[in-house]
Every structure is written in structure tokens, then in C-alpha cells.
DNA sequence: AGCACGATTAACT
DNA sequence: GTTAATCGTGCTC
């Protein structure tokens, strides 16, 4: 019996609830015939509407943006720096641009696949940054506006285990140094506790930051 | 058409 | 701790 997926209504919700809720919960590739890429979310940032200067849609509705703008449940993703990808979960009412940004996953599920990708580099680092969890699934620009709640996506979310409200922090979004305040310092990033990741996942592999 | 810079990473001192 | 890499995007001229 298959894991429940993350259907459009828990995408539907503040951009915040989502982000808490994230935690725990498991990133699901099928790209890979007859194999499972998989993930624990383990980390993530909320980005929410025009108002937040740190979020993309500062700038209104753009070709890059116009993910966001659209139905929640979607994948919203861009490259950036000139070499990376990063992944997004649209969150919200269509036409409300927001989303999460997939910060670090714990590989669960394909490590053979993931190590390939992350050749030369410690299970530990092969999903720990937004840009190396793209590179360890092999998600790029082709999956910009994915929708994962079609019931044959092959990207989804499935349910996990609720964590504890004791093992989540909160901290300031990375990478917003140009950003005003209060944008630059809110904490909307969301995190499990380090400590608790390996206890959680059974006692394989280890994520750090 | 030109320009400054980025929701980062890896390498280096 | 600091910095180069690298190019699409959005803004200004």
C-alpha cells in the first residue's frame, strides 16, 4: 500500500503552514523507470506574494515568475547563478504568487542513482543545499510548472511522519543579502533539528548544514 | 543594447 | 573566512 500523496488542498494553505508541514515529508521522483528517487525534506524557506521583497514576484508577474502566480501544487522551478536549478512548491489561492523553496532533503530511496549525480561527494552532501538536491534528482527547467498532484506525476510529495513541534526551528532566509528588512531577517526558513534527522530516518546517513 | 546581480556551490587562503 | 564561476533575468538608457 502506497504512501498517501500531498493533494492541491495541502498545497492550498498560508505559505507558512505548508512550510511547517513540509517537514518530515518525502520528495518523490519517478523519472527513473522502475526506481524510486526519494527524499526526506529535512529544510525549507516560504516566499510569499509581491510584499516580500525577498520573493521573486516582487517584481510582478514576469516569464520567469509566472509559476508562482498560478495554482498551488505546482513546481516552480528556475535557474540561478548561472549553473543551478532550485525547486519551489507553489502554496496558496491561484493568483496569490507564492511558494517554498526546497532547501535540503535526506536521500532515502535511489542512492545509487543520487550518488552518480553527486559523484566524488558523501551521501551527506548530496541533497543538503537547494541547488545539489536539483542536481541529485535530476530536476532542471523542463520540470518548471509540473503539476504534482495529477495522480501520474512523476514528482510528488507523499506523507511522512508529523514531526514534533520541539524538533523544528525557525531561522532568517539564506542568501538574501541585498533584501531589506524586515525581508532580509524574517524567519521563514524552516528546519528539523539536525539532531533529530538521523533518529528520524532510522539510522541511515546523516544531513548537515 | 548594455549592465548589475542573483533564494548557490566549490574551491581556496 | 573569502571568492570565482557563469548566464538568464529584469531594469535602465
Not at 540561478?80 to 523553496?101: R, S
Amino acid at each position: 500500500m502506497p504512501n498517501r500523496r500531498w493533494g492541491r488542498a495541502d498545497f492550498e494553505r498560508p505559505t507558512l503552514e505548508v512550510c511547517r508541514a513540509l517537514m518530515g515529508q518525502r520528495l518523490v521522483s519517478l523519472t527513473e523507470p522502475g526506481r524510486r528517487l526519494a527524499g526526506r525534506i529535512v529544510e525549507a524557506e516560504a516566499y510569499i506574494g509581491q510584499e516580500d521583497l525577498g520573493c521573486h514576484a516582487r517584481s510582478g508577474r514576469t516569464p520567469r515568475n509566472q509559476v508562482m502566480w498560478g495554482p498551488p501544487g505546482h513546481a516552480y522551478v528556475y535557474f540561478t547563478y548561472g549553473k543551478h536549478w532550485m525547486l519551489n512548491l507553489v502554496t496558496e489561492a491561484d493568483g496569490f504568487p507564492a511558494a517554498v523553496l526546497l532547501r535540503a532533503l535526506q536521500p532515502e530511496e535511489g542512492l545509487e542513482s543520487m550518488g552518480k549525480r553527486r559523484a566524488g561527494r558523501p551521501p551527506s552532501q548530496w541533497a543538503d543545499g537547494p541547488a545539489k538536491l536539483c542536481q541529485a534528482l535530476g530536476l532542471d527547467g523542463n520540470w518548471n510548472g509540473h503539476d504534482l498532484c495529477r495522480a501520474e506525476s512523476r514528482l510528488f510529495v507523499e506523507f511522512g511522519p508529523v514531526i514534533p513541534e520541539a524538533d523544528v526551528t525557525w531561522g532568517p532566509r539564506v542568501g538574501l543579502n541585498s533584501v531589506p528588512e524586515p525581508w532580509k531577517s524574517i524567519p521563514w526558513r524552516s528546519r528539523i533539528v539536525p539532531a533529530r534527522q538521523a533518529e528520524q530516518e532510522g539510522g541511515h546517513g546523516h544531513a548537515r548544514r
